[in-house]
């Protein structure tokens, strides 16, 4: 059988409780009139009520089921029209909430004069297309510079092998040094792809979830960097206890590292950067402190979105794509943490990472 729309549901509540009032008000005289005759001495009743004697008419001439039949027709009749006027605004936002979704997300719905469910609805419907909008604004974003990004490589190597081939006396250390370059491009492509695929799985959410230690996950990242930290001329500490945390271990190795690569990239010479775990109330906490340019506060939220990367063009490494904190706070995310950055005043950032009770 179809399903009853809301009307229709409506529609017979109504229905229903119009038909019981008709009929409490019917039976209401009638049993006035009985309890009258019971008290009475056999004569005729020392009280008359006025419908009484129309409701017994209508009863013994046999037209009662007719005047119960025409109760529940208007009754029903009542109830629909009722249920249609209460349910007009619920219409009208149903068929602009879909035009919306069809054709304009940055259309939005007209609020109502009162402070009712309806108008609650539309501002809550409101929110959402606000979110969407921006969602797919940053899609298109992320899309482009993604494209930008893989293009930019690809023009290089084009580039490389023109120019080598185009030259009739090129030599054998030519030859080789062009490609060089373009297996150094490759790995420069290599490395945004293992990125790309590395945020899409963070924000898909964890697969697996198993006990691991933070601090022994975070001294195999710092030590595989202390050759990378002395290339930066950038001093590089850990302050690692047991922190105990339930999760993808491969995905919180890659929150540290990237973590840490980002202090390293966009440190200064003579800089520091200092990782520290620790448990606090149960939770574990990950902190990675590190000198750096100064970075405006208004600034910071910036640098976690993809592709976003200091304005400073001292800092505008080549090396990196701009996805190393995205990536961190995609994992965060993924395993129900919260991250924190904030900007230290004499320059690089303080970004803290509280994972939830194992």
């Not at 009929?23 to 019971?38: E, G, H, T």
């Not at 293009?151 to 080789?176: F, H, K, M, Y």
């Not at 973590?259 to 448990?279: C, I």
């Not at 706070?329 to 991250?339: C, F, P």
Request: hydrophobic share 45%; glycine share 8%; aromatic share 4%.
């Amino acid at each position: 059988m179809p399903a009853m729309t809301l009307r229709m549901r409506l529609t017979l509540v109504h229905a229903a409780l119009f038909f019981a009032a008709v009929a409490i008000l019917l039976s209401v005289p009638l049993l006035a009139v009985k309890s009258v005759q019971q008290v009475g001495s056999g004569g005729p009743p020392a009280v008359t009520h006025p419908a009484a004697n129309l409701y017994r008419e209508i009863l013994s001439s046999g037209t009662g089921p007719t005047v119960i039949a025409v109760t529940a027709v208007l009754s029903v009749a009542f109830g629909w029209l009722i249920a249609g006027r209460l349910l007009r605004p619920l219409r009208a936002i149903t068929a602009t909430a879909m035009d919306i979704s069809a054709s304009n997300l940055s259309r939005r719905l007209r609020p109502g004069k009162h402070d009712d469910e309806f108008a609650r609805l539309g501002r809550t419907l409101n929110d959402l297309f606000a979110r969407l909008e921006a969602a797919f604004a940053s899609q298109r974003h992320f899309v482009a510079n993604a494209s930008h990004e893989l293009r930019t490589p690809l023009t290089a190597e084009r580039a490389v092998l023109q120019v080598a081939l185009a030259d009739p006396n090129a030599s054998a250390a030519t030859l080789r040094s062009a490609c060089e370059k373009v297996l150094r491009l490759g790995d420069q492509q290599q490395r945004l792809i293992d990125a790309l695929l590395t945020l899409a799985s963070s924000e898909r959410g964890l697969e697996r979830r198993e006990p691991a230690d933070l601090g022994g996950i975070a001294a195999a990242v710092v030590r595989d960097r202390t050759e990378t930290a002395g290339h930066h001329q950038v001093r590089l500490d850990a302050r690692l206890e047991t922190a105990p945390v339930t999760g993808d271990p491969a995905l919180a190795e890659s929150l540290i590292a990237n973590l840490v690569d980002n202090a390293l990239r966009y440190n200064v010479p003579g800089g520091w950067v200092q990782v520290t775990t620790t448990t606090v109330g149960g939770q574990a906490l990950l902190s990675v402190r590190n000198s750096g340019p100064e970075v405006p506060s208004d600034q910071v939220d910036l640098l976690f979105e993809p592709f976003r990367r200091l304005g400073n063009s001292r800092t505008r490494r080549r090396e990196g794509h701009g996805l190393g904190l995205a990536i961190v706070r995609a994992i965060a995310d993924a395993h129900g943490g919260e991250l924190a950055a904030t900007a230290r005043p004499g320059g690089g950032l303080d970004i803290t990472v509280t994972f939830p009770r194992p």
